[in-house]
T-cell receptor, first 114, second 113 residues
Framework: DGGITQSPKYLFRKEGQNVTLSCEQN?????MYWYRQDPGQGLRLIYY???????QKGDIAEGYSVSREKKESFPLTVTSAQKNPTAFYLC?????????????FGQGTRLTVV | GQQVMQIPQYQHVQEGEDFTTYCNSS?????IQWYKQRPGGHPVFLIQ???SGEVKKQKRLTFQFGEAKKNSSLHITATQTTDVGTYFC?????????????WGAGTKLIIKP
C-alpha cells in the first residue's frame, strides 16, 4: 500500500537527550514536511524539503534538525536545545509544483519529555 | 505576519443538527484547503478551493470560498457521529507547494450524548 509512515507512535525522552523521529513515504512525492501540533492549536511548520539534499526552515525550526538523503525519507531530530519538545509531531508529503496540492500525513509521533 | 483565524474553537451539537466553521485570513489567499482530523488521528485532506466565490459539495459537506478570497466556510448538514473530529482550514498566499500553508487553529465538532 502506498502511504507515509512515521515511527515510533509514542516516544519518551529524558531531558537533555536528542531523539530522532522517522518518516518514510512511498508515494513518490518530492516535497516532505514536518509539523508540530499542540493542544488547541493548528499545525506549525518546523522544516520542509522540496528535493533531495535540500531543506528549508519553517516557522519554528529552532531546536530541531532534519536531513533528506533519500527521496523517501525525511527524519527529524529533536535536540536538547528544544526547550519544550512535548508535542504531537506530524510528517507530511505532497507533489511539488506550481500549485498547492493535497498533503498526505503520517500517523504522527507523540513525544513526551520525562 | 499572515494569519488565518478559525472560529469557533469548539461546537457542541446534537446529532442531526448542522455545524459550521469559518476561516478568515488577514491577506488575500490563492487557495484554501480543508482537512479533518479524527480524535487521536492525523489530518486528512477534504478539499481545495481556488476560485473566488467557489462552492463545492461533498454529500452533506458544503465548502465556500469568499468573493474576496479572504474567507472560507465549511458547513455540515445533519451531523452524524462519524463527523466527530477537528476541522482545519489551511490557506496559502503563494503558488509554490504546501510550505506556504498557514493553518487555522481548528474547530472541534462534538456530538452531545
Amino acid at each position: 500500500d502506498g502511504g507515509i509512515t512515521q515511527s515510533p507512535k509514542y516516544l519518551f525522552r529524558k531531558e537533555g537527550q536528542n531523539v530522532t523521529l522517522s518518516c518514510e513515504q512511498n508515494l513518490n512525492h518530492d516535497a516532505m514536511y514536518w509539523y508540530r501540533q499542540d493542544p488547541g492549536q493548528g499545525l506549525r511548520l518546523i522544516y520542509y524539503s522540496q528535493i533531495v539534499n535540500d531543506f528549508q526552515k519553517g516557522d519554528i525550526a529552532e531546536g530541531y534538525s532534519v536531513s533528506r538523503e533519500k527521496k523517501e525519507s525525511f527524519p527529524l531530530t529533536v535536540t536538547s536545545a528544544q526547550k519544550n519538545p512535548t508535542a504531537f509531531y506530524l510528517c507530511a508529503s505532497s507533489f511539488a509544483g506550481t500549485t498547492n496540492t493535497e498533503a498526505f500525513f503520517g500517523q504522527g509521533t507523540r513525544l513526551t519529555v520525562v | 505576519g499572515q494569519q488565518v483565524m478559525q472560529i469557533p474553537q469548539y461546537q457542541h451539537v446534537q446529532e442531526g443538527e448542522d455545524f459550521t466553521t469559518y476561516c478568515n485570513s488577514s491577506t488575500t489567499l490563492s487557495n484554501i484547503q480543508w482537512y479533518k482530523q479524527r480524535p487521536g488521528g492525523h489530518p486528512v485532506f477534504l478539499i481545495q478551493l481556488v476560485k473566488s466565490g467557489e462552492v463545492k459539495k461533498q454529500k452533506r459537506l458544503t465548502f465556500q470560498f469568499g468573493e474576496a478570497k479572504k474567507n472560507s466556510s465549511l458547513h455540515i448538514t445533519a451531523t452524524q457521529t462519524t463527523d466527530v473530529g477537528t476541522y482545519f482550514c489551511a490557506g496559502s498566499a503563494g503558488f509554490n507547494s504546501n510550505y506556504q500553508l498557514i493553518w487555522g487553529a481548528g474547530t472541534k465538532l462534538i456530538i452531545k450524548p
